[in-house]
């Protein structure tokens, strides 16, 4: 099966590469740095390096406070972290830390992993979240480099897609020196397909807290969009959302309310605005920072890593990637900052928090965008007047904080395994 699978992995390299070039015809940046994923690199470190693997950007937060836990602790190596995604390089390049060095991970192909692991003489390989790459694995394996999965997760629609070539994932998660995985049901469904030394110990993304720097931006827009009225976000939406909310939105609420809409990608800015438009609405962007009318009723959220800010500024947040099939975005920063979150059905990207949030009354399921709206008109009335209810998404996540210590405390364990050079 892996020999199968190394044929496979030459045969569609031709259609990858096409596909990253076509996708730069909307995000220019998925042509720069190419030469990276093909193990090259100018960069090079003059020490060996603990290498850290985030496939984008929602990993990458995720693990921030980790690579700065990391950097303290071990200050004798650098870091290398990788990523699949421009969005993932962003991100990890805005990190504060001169000793991080950034690069894509290389395709998972034989030569271009060996010349990478050569270049750059990794100690340890720690993968976030679920990143399964035979070869990557195997070569680490074969140079002596432990790998850990951290905050590791496993939906069961992914594990049935593992259990379809069980022999090359139980072969592959063989080389894996040890996983910590979110939940109970994660670390089954990890054993499932092969995995043998996993330990519980929570999602790593409870752990992360806005700055100060990101509420006083919050407050900042509060001032902006209107500080008497009542401001609903729709973050992260995906393309088919918008209009269904906004529609919505107009025909169901108040004109004391204000949406703002944050679409998930920057490409899509541009058709945001396009659809708002086209509905002979006036509305206000947040790019262009100035003050909101009051006659205005929408805003575009259209400016990239200011999630928290938009959060910090809400009174009430509609989640999107959940009313169309998209598995949802994660609820966790929102609640992070006090706010109640309105999901839609399609939630099998963050199931377990959405299952934890809704029995703590934080998280709340809407059928549909109608429904979503009725549940804004019913609890933005309750969370004026209920200050236990506006500090209960707070007390829920520091209820289930702790993964990031249970992790740097296992790194520590395992350091006597890292590979010498």
Same mark, same amino acid.
């Given at each position: 099966?892996?020999?199968?699978?190394?044929?496979?992995?030459?045969?569609?390299?031709?259609?990858?590469?096409?596909?990253?070039?076509?996708?730069?015809?909307?995000?220019?940046?998925?042509?720069?740095?190419?030469?990276?994923?093909?193990?090259?690199?100018?960069?090079?470190?003059?020490?060996?390096?603990?290498?850290?693997?985030?496939?984008?950007?929602?990993?990458?937060?995720?693990?921030?406070?980790?690579?700065?836990?990391?950097?303290?602790?071990?200050?004798?190596?650098?870091?290398?972290?990788?990523?699949?995604? %421009?969005?993932?390089?962003?991100?990890?390049?805005?990190? @504060?830390?001169?000793?991080?060095?950034?690069?894509?991970? *290389?395709?998972?192909?034989? %030569?271009?992993?060996?010349?990478?692991?050569?270049?750059?003489?990794?100690?340890?390989?720690?993968?976030?979240? @679920?990143?399964?790459?035979?070869?990557?694995?195997?070569?680490?394996?074969?140079?002596?480099?432990?790998?850990?999965?951290?905050?590791?997760?496993?939906?069961?629609?992914?594990?049935?897609?593992?259990?379809?070539?069980?022999?090359?994932?139980?072969?592959?998660?063989?080389?894996?020196?040890?996983?910590?995985?979110?939940?109970?049901?994660?670390?089954?469904?990890?054993?499932?397909?092969?995995?043998?030394?996993?330990?519980?110990?929570?999602?790593?993304?409870?752990?992360?807290?806005?700055?100060?720097?990101?509420?006083?931006?919050?407050?900042? #827009?509060?001032?902006?969009?209107?500080?008497?009225?009542?401001?609903?976000?729709?973050?992260?939406?995906?393309?088919?959302?918008?209009?269904?909310?906004?529609?919505?939105?107009?025909?169901?609420? *108040?004109?004391?309310?204000?949406?703002?809409?944050?679409?998930?990608?920057?490409?899509? #800015?541009?058709?945001?605005?396009?659809?708002?438009?086209?509905?002979?609405?006036?509305?206000?962007?947040?790019?262009?920072?100035?003050?909101?009318?009051?006659?205005?009723?929408?805003?575009?959220?259209?400016?990239?890593?200011?999630?928290?800010?938009?959060?910090?500024?809400?009174?009430?947040?509609?989640?999107?990637?959940?009313?169309?099939?998209?598995?949802?975005?994660? *609820?966790?920063?929102?609640?992070? @900052?006090?706010?109640?979150?309105? @999901?839609?059905?399609?939630?099998?990207?963050?199931?377990?928090?959405?299952?934890?949030?809704?029995?703590?009354?934080?998280?709340? =399921?809407?059928?549909?965008?109608?429904?979503?709206?009725?549940?804004?008109?019913?609890?933005?009335?309750?969370?004026?007047?209920?200050?236990?209810?506006?500090?209960?998404?707070?007390?829920?996540?520091?209820?289930?904080?702790?993964?990031?210590?249970?992790?740097?405390?296992?790194?520590?364990?395992?350091?006597?395994?890292?590979?010498? =050079?």
């Amino acid at each position: 099966m892996y020999a199968l699978y190394k044929v496979l992995s030459w045969t569609i390299l031709p259609l990858i590469v096409g596909r990253l070039i076509a996708r730069s015809r909307k995000e220019p940046n998925y042509r720069k740095h190419l030469k990276e994923r093909f193990g090259l690199s100018s960069q090079k470190s003059s020490t060996p390096v603990i290498w850290l693997h985030a496939v984008s950007v929602g990993e990458m937060l995720a693990c921030q406070e980790l690579i700065e836990r990391i950097e303290r602790r071990y200050p004798e190596f650098d870091l290398l972290v990788t990523c699949s995604t %421009p969005g993932g390089r962003e991100t990890a390049k805005a990190f @504060t830390s001169k000793k991080i060095r950034v690069s894509y991970l *290389p395709f998972d192909i034989k %030569p271009f992993i060996t010349h990478f692991i050569k270049h750059n003489k990794p100690v340890c390989l720690l993968v976030m979240e @679920t990143e399964i790459w035979p070869t990557l694995f195997e070569r680490c394996s074969e140079h002596s480099i432990p790998i850990f999965m951290l905050n590791a997760r496993l939906s069961q629609k992914s594990m049935r897609g593992y259990l379809k070539v069980k022999g090359l994932s139980a072969l592959t998660m063989s080389k894996v020196s040890g996983i910590l995985s979110q939940t109970n049901e994660d670390a089954e469904r990890l054993r499932e397909i092969g995995a043998q030394e996993v330990l519980v110990t929570g999602n790593l993304k409870f752990d992360r807290k806005p700055t100060p720097d990101q509420l006083n931006l919050g407050d900042q #827009f509060r001032k902006l969009f209107g500080e008497k009225r009542h401001i609903i976000i729709a973050a992260s939406t995906h393309e088919g959302e918008e209009g269904a909310i906004i529609d919505n939105f107009i025909s169901q609420c *108040p004109q004391e309310y204000l949406l703002v809409v944050v679409p998930r990608h920057e490409r899509r #800015f541009s058709d945001v605005m396009a659809l708002i438009q086209s509905k002979k609405l006036s509305f206000a962007r947040r790019s262009v920072n100035k003050a909101v009318p009051e006659n205005c009723r929408i805003v575009l959220g259209d400016s990239m890593g200011e999630m928290y800010s938009y959060y910090a500024c809400s009174d009430l947040v509609i989640m999107g990637g959940s009313f169309v099939p998209s598995g949802g975005q994660n *609820p966790l920063e929102a609640l992070s @900052t006090g706010k109640h979150v309105i @999901t839609g059905p399609s939630t099998f990207n963050f199931s377990q928090i959405v299952k934890q949030g809704v029995a703590a009354n934080v998280i709340h =399921y809407a059928e549909n965008i109608d429904s979503a709206m009725l549940a804004v008109n019913r609890l933005l009335p309750n969370l004026k007047n209920s200050n236990a209810m506006r500090d209960t998404p707070i007390q829920f996540v520091n209820q289930n904080v702790g993964a990031l210590q249970k992790t740097v405390d296992y790194i520590e364990r395992q350091m006597k395994t890292w590979r010498k =050079y």
